[in-house]
């Protein structure tokens, strides 16, 4: 198995497994993650206590500096580190001005100390970026260097002149410093954004891949909906139909009625098909089904006869009209199939009185039209305005073909759903034995 992009040494996860993250720093480096402040706390402390013991010290030199030197340089001390405590990682350019600051006024009269001034550059690079790294690294080495300067003047005498030899070579000590603590904060910060981005992108990956799942399935509940409303409407439409019928006829004609019945159990048989046809994609690929039928292709434009002759049993006038040469694609074959069943079933429950149902199916060139119309009353017929799911799925499908569908009274009386789809012009052409011949005549 290959390795994950964003996880070297890793094995990509497989479509829709677990996807894998960085891996995440050592143990130690987690607990100071977890806890900033004790981070920043000890770092002062290192700095603080040393230093401002250090110069309490020199109070107790053989030549002690003046007093004034020695409040400068701890209160100087008390700024510094109170600045490494509050600001090294939310306001590194603030801790950059206060050890410039110190560094230059009050060091140079002491000893010249450039902790401070380190632990901002190495904040600077690690919580700022790497151009502010380096804009901090050029004002330190300008303050490093005038602070130089300023200590040798300071401590001037007979032997040592102002800007002595003494302040390149400790300009240039500095500027070395400066640069390894530089190029260290540049190196954990360039570190540290790449990790927070892989992280940042691979929980954007999982969240993309959800909200995709999700709108799968979606798709898919919308998709099995559909094809539930499609054969349970049909199906008991018919069903109910003919069984009205039977009652009706059962006194003065026994043997229509037992006809009419049996058309009940053969349309229920067939609902049943198709139900299981629909549950077997469901089940597991390697499940053993037990009806063979459950995975049989979905109906086409083929079982449109039987189709018709099913509603012409439950007693609708239909003639069936097909134009043009046959629909390759099973999918286009599929939808197809489910509009003019499901304007087939309309007409049967809303247009009772209609003498003649013509359903044509049209392909020319890259367009599939389909049309069922009625020539009921349209007072008859005005239930289907108030819309369902029947028209709703019908659209549905039609959108996905980037078609259109009008669904009204039509011009004379009656009804009429007329719906237009694009073919998909790269479809192989179809066997022409795969259909009948007679599906290109109209049926009477």
């Known amino acids: 198995m290959t390795e994950a992009p964003i996880s070297p040494g890793y094995p990509a996860s ?25 981070t920043d706390s000890l770092i002062t402390a290192l700095y603080f206590v040393p230093t401002f013991f ?32 509050l600001f090294r990682r939310r306001e590194p350019w603030l801790l950059v001005a206060i050890a410039w600051l110190v560094c230059l006024v009050v060091y140079p009269f002491g000893s010249t100390d450039v902790f401070p001034l380190l632990l ?21 080495v300008v303050v490093t260097t005038a602070s130089s300067y300023i200590s040798v003047w300071a401590h001037a005498d007979d032997t040592v ?10 300009a240039s000590q500095f500027t070395v410093l400066l640069l390894i603590a530089t190029l260290i904060g540049v190196t954990v910060g360039n570190r540290r954004r790449y990790l927070n981005a892989l992280i940042a992108r691979a929980h954007d990956l999982a969240r993309e891949r959800d909200q995709q799942a999700q709108l799968a399935t979606a798709v ?9 409303h499609d054969i349970v409407s049909h199906s008991l439409t018919v069903m109910v139909t003919l069984a009205d019928g039977s009652a009706a006829t059962a006194g003065r004609d026994p043997e229509r009625a037992a006809e009419a019945m049996q058309h009940v159990a053969d349309t229920g048989r067939a609902a049943l098909v198709d139900m299981r046809r629909m549950l077997g994609v469901l089940a597991e690929p390697d499940a053993t089904s037990e009806h063979p039928e459950e995975l049989a292709p979905q109906p086409g434009t083929a079982a449109l006869p039987v189709l018709v002759d099913r509603f012409r049993a439950a007693g609708l006038p239909v003639q069936l009209t097909t134009v043009g040469p046959p629909i390759a694609d099973s ?31 049209e392909h020319a060139d890259d367009m599939v039209r389909v049309d069922v119309i009625d020539d009921a009353d349209v007072a008859s ?3 289907l305005t108030s819309g369902g799911k029947g028209l709703v799925g019908m659209r549905e499908r039609v959108a996905l073909y980037g078609g259109t569908l009008e669904a009204g009274p039509g ?5 009429r759903v007329r719906a237009e789809l694009r073919a998909d012009e790269n479809s192989p052409p179809a066997d022409a034995a795969t259909l009948n011949s007679d599906d290109t005549e109209d049926h009477a």
């Open 14 to 38: 497989v479509v829709g497994g677990e996807l894998r993250l960085p891996k995440p720093p050592g143990v130690v480096r987690q607990f100071w993650a977890r806890h900033p402040w004790l």
């Open 54 to 85: 250090g110069s309490i010290a020199t109070l107790f030199a053989s030549t002690p500096p003046p007093p004034w030197v020695t409040v400068a340089q701890l209160l100087a001390i008390v700024v510094a580190a109170a600045a490494i405590l």
């Open 120 to 140: 901002a550059l190495y904040a600077l690079a690690v919580y700022g970026s790497t151009r502010a790294a380096w804009i901090g690294f050029a004002g330190s």
């Open 161 to 170: 002149a102002p800007f002595g030899a003494n302040a390149p070579a400790s």
């Open 220 to 228: 898919e509940r919308s998709r099995i909906a559909r094809e539930m």
């Open 331 to 361: 999918n286009l074959q599929l939808t197809v199939y489910r509009i003019v069943q499901e304007g087939l079933t309309n007409a049967l429950r809303y247009a009772a009185t209609a003498h003649r149902v013509d359903v044509t199916v």
């Open 381 to 383: 017929t005005s239930e």
């Open 411 to 415: 011009q004379q009386r009656g009804w």
